[in-house]
């Protein structure tokens, strides 16, 4: 079966730091490139950062870039995401997915880890 | 404010059928494919159109995709309660380099 599993989700202060991780399985994952997502309750999708499949080329969101860092590794068969000077507003459900065939689509999903920023 | 727009809510009775709409720009779904996300209330995302109008494996054909121009719509054919969800469209976009979703369409079942 393949899956995601995202942990790492805590109550952090403001200016603080986390790491979430991914653990995946049932599929190559050193095959796919990998997505971060985030849902504040009750509102929309925001995609927040995307990794190849060798870690080579990284992506963005504006509202993240400079202060969160993807990274994965493969032989783990892991993704990360590294959240630095965190804010209130980066409090919310994070997903972590598996890239399809083009740039943009998610395929799979994983159940969310929760991060507050309080 | 998102990039794409999308109708906040939808609505219609069972068996009949529903779209919903997707506008962007020429920097997203002008030169990209569009995919849509099923998402019931308290759940993850699923995948339910992808390459503007292909669906995965187990997604029923009752769920179809179009993209016209700077447009998308997604429609919903006899329309059943468990459709329920909230949908989102989504593109890669150009111009910010990164996947851009829109603000999503609830969808209420009558």
């Known amino acids: 079966e393949v899956q995601l599993v995202e942990s790492g989700g805590v109550v952090v202060q403001p200016g603080g730091s986390l790491r979430l991780s991914c653990a995946a399985s049932?599929?190559?994952?050193?095959?796919?490139?990998m997505h971060w997502v985030r849902q504040v309750p009750g509102k929309g999708l925001q995609w927040l950062s995307l990794i190849s499949w060798d870690g080579s080329r990284t992506y963005y969101a504006d509202s993240v870039k400079g202060r969160f860092t993807i990274s994965r590794d493969n032989t783990k068969k892991s993704l990360y995401l590294r959240m630095d000077s965190l804010r209130a507003d980066d409090t919310g459900l994070y997903f972590c997915?598996?890239?399809?065939?083009?740039?943009?689509?998610?395929?799979?999903w994983g159940k969310g880890t929760t991060v507050t920023v309080s | 404010q998102s990039v794409l727009t999308q109708p906040p809510s939808a609505s219609g009775t069972p068996g009949q059928r529903v779209t919903i709409s997707c506008s962007g720009s020429t920097s997203n779904i002008g030169s990209n494919t569009v995919n849509w996300y099923q998402q019931v209330p308290g759940t993850a995302p699923k995948l339910l159109i992808f390459y503007n109008n292909q669906r995965p494996s187990g997604v029923p054909d009752r769920f179809s995709g179009s993209k016209s121009g700077t447009s998308a719509s997604l429609a919903i054919t006899g329309l059943q309660s468990e459709d329920e969800a909230d949908y989102y469209c989504a593109t890669w976009d150009d111009s910010l380099d990164g996947p851009v979703f829109g603000g999503g369409t609830d969808l209420t079942v009558l």
């Open positions: 049932g599929f190559n994952f050193d095959d796919h490139a």
């Open positions: 997915a598996k890239g399809g065939g083009s740039q943009s689509d998610m395929d799979v």
